[in-house]
């Protein structure tokens, strides 16, 4: 075991942590605006978009079409379980079929 890394993983473990617990404290303290309680309400689409854009940029047509499966599967279902699942699929069908 080297301790370097070990220290390296608890420090930024910690760290993690004591974000997650100073943004959830400072949020009990203060009622935030109804501006940044829509921005937060908004969070989770923009860091998943940040994710998914440079694969779609980058990627070709099965990065493609698991995205539109991903779209086709939100808008029918509003479940994002269901879509992600739709997207993990529609990858896996098409890297499985003979081309």
């Keep these: 075991m080297r301790w370097d890394v070990l220290l390296t993983i608890l420090g ?16 009990r303290a203060f009622r935030p605006t109804p501006f940044v309680t829509a921005m937060l309400g908004h969070m989770p ?3 998943f978009v940040a994710f998914v854009i440079p694969a779609l940029v980058t990627g070709g047509p099965v990065q493609l079409l698991a995205a539109a499966g991903v779209v086709g599967v939100m808008i029918g279902t509003r479940s994002y379980m269901l ?5 993990i ?8 079929l003979p081309v």
């Design 12 to 27: 930024m473990a910690l760290s993690t942590y004591l974000l997650r617990a100073g943004g959830y404290a400072l949020l």
């Design 45 to 47: 689409g923009c860091i």
């Design 89 to 96: 699929a529609v990858v896996w069908l098409m890297r499985e």
């Design 83 to 87: 879509a992600i699942a739709a997207g």
